[in-house]
């Protein structure tokens, strides 16, 4: 009698672990202490060629959404050969993104996506350990690098959430394929990645988690009806009000960013934020950017090294900035596509409830952009706004309920058909 664990591994679990291999090259404090630009490269290959010949064989169907976002990248890729960019930090900024976006095309069943999901969670969650724990070895920082003073394992504030949100998505969206409820571990984890953002003294980013983490809480979290039915109705109202929202977060980038009207949030910006009245010199540095985008408002300059982009953002390494950070490497051009892209996973919010965890994670991204762009590359994001583009998120299954009369209960379902049924319940 033979016993024991029995692993199967297919083509999908190796693509999976190569692009998580890509990943974890990147981490801020492995490239603090090696120079990795030769393996990089030469595990981006291996990734890609094991990519294309999946779609060869395979015959993978593409939306025309995919075509977009990669017709994007050619064109900033293109842009950057104009402006005589850097062509390296082009393939550091979008190599990965490009690969982690082609492994979300490739899954086409909900169960191939669910194994990619929890090979990527698996390493991302060792991480999050991995960076916590530094943090409380070294509560006031591990290392030093030439462009930040405060770093630990995961690099310096913001630049965490690369690995640490799109965790926390990835493990719910996963974990709301098959059910209409987050389990309380989604929470726990939720708690923990919170934790380690305050650590890292990132306030914005404290405040995108959290405010992530509440709003799904009340969405998911009704097993024991802890959360009100009028306060969900609303809550769900507004993460469909894509309107209202764009708007709100509009006025405040004209606030904050165009018109630079700090005085009226002055003392919210020094308690709550942290930051000096000018948000730590970034109004200097918009102000540069925006004098660049004058003569380059159409296309952009294209991807420009560190040295480069410390001459148009006097003398800081980015622009601090998500919108002004697109429009500076790929211009109204550049940004026009990439609209068009997360539009059209917006649309699908309330097609299952997946779904809104990529919605409810796009807003507040979208609202921490505005005083960074750390994560304006992040490749996790892009391959997370794709999947709502996909067929298993048109409809889900759920985990049938204690009252379901029969399994016909649970057949053709669909989130919009769930919270019909529960308004009229």
């Not at 069943?109 to 070294?138: G, P």
């Not at 892209?341 to 309330?350: D, G, M, P, W, Y």
Request: some cysteine; aromatic content about 14%.
């Amino acid at each position: 009698m033979k016993s024991g664990l029995k692993i199967s591994i297919n083509s999908i679990d190796i693509l999976a672990l190569l692009i998580i291999s890509n990943a974890l090259l990147n981490i801020p404090y492995i490239n603090y202490l090696y120079d990795l630009k030769t393996l990089k490269v030469a595990v981006f290959g291996i990734t890609i060629l094991g990519q294309l010949l999946f779609f060869f064989f395979h015959k993978i169907a593409v939306r025309k959404e995919h075509f977009i976002l990669l017709a994007d990248v050619l064109f900033i890729f293109l842009v950057t050969v104009i402006y005589s960019g850097s062509l390296t930090q082009f393939v550091s900024d979008t190599g990965t993104a490009i690969t982690t976006c082609f492994m979300v095309v490739i899954c086409r069943k909900k169960q191939d996506i669910k194994r990619v999901i929890n090979i990527w969670c698996f390493f991302l969650f060792l991480l999050l350990l991995i960076d916590t724990a530094t943090m409380f070895i070294w509560p006031d920082t591990m290392y030093k690098s030439t462009f930040a003073h405060n770093n630990w394992f995961l690099g310096y504030k913001t630049s965490r959430l690369e690995y640490t949100f799109s965790l926390l998505v990835l493990h719910m969206y996963g974990q709301l394929l098959d059910s209409d409820e987050l389990p309380l571990r989604s929470f726990a984890l939720a708690l923990l990645v919170s934790v380690n953002a305050l650590m890292s003294r990132g306030s914005g980013s404290a405040i995108a988690v959290i405010g992530f983490s509440v709003i799904m809480y009340i969405l998911f979290r009704r097993k024991k009806k802890t959360i009100s039915r009028i306060v969900q109705d609303k809550t769900r109202s507004l993460v469909n009000n894509h309107a209202l929202l764009l708007i709100i977060w509009g006025i405040s980038f004209l606030l904050f960013v165009a018109f630079q009207n700090q005085t009226i949030f002055s003392s919210v910006i020094v308690s709550v934020f942290n930051k000096t009245y000018s948000f730590n010199e970034r109004t200097n540095i918009w102000e540069s950017v925006l004098a660049t985008l004058k003569d380059h408002w159409f296309i952009g300059v294209g991807m420009q090294s560190r040295g480069q982009m410390m001459e148009l953002t006097d003398g800081f390494a980015n622009a601090h900035n998500t919108l002004f950070t697109y429009l500076l490497t790929g211009g109204v051009v550049g940004v026009s596509m990439l609209i068009y892209v997360f539009a059209a996973a917006l649309k699908r919010t309330s097609k299952c409830p997946a779904n809104y965890a990529v919605t409810v994670y796009f807003y507040c991204m979208l609202f921490l952009g505005i005083n960074s762009s750390a994560l304006a590359f992040c490749p996790f994001f892009f391959a997370i706004m794709l999947l709502p583009l996909a067929d298993y998120a048109e409809k889900t299954v759920p985990v049938p309920s204690a009252d379901a009369k029969d399994e016909e209960d649970t057949e053709d379902w669909s989130y919009e058909d769930w919270y019909e049924e529960q308004k009229i319940r």
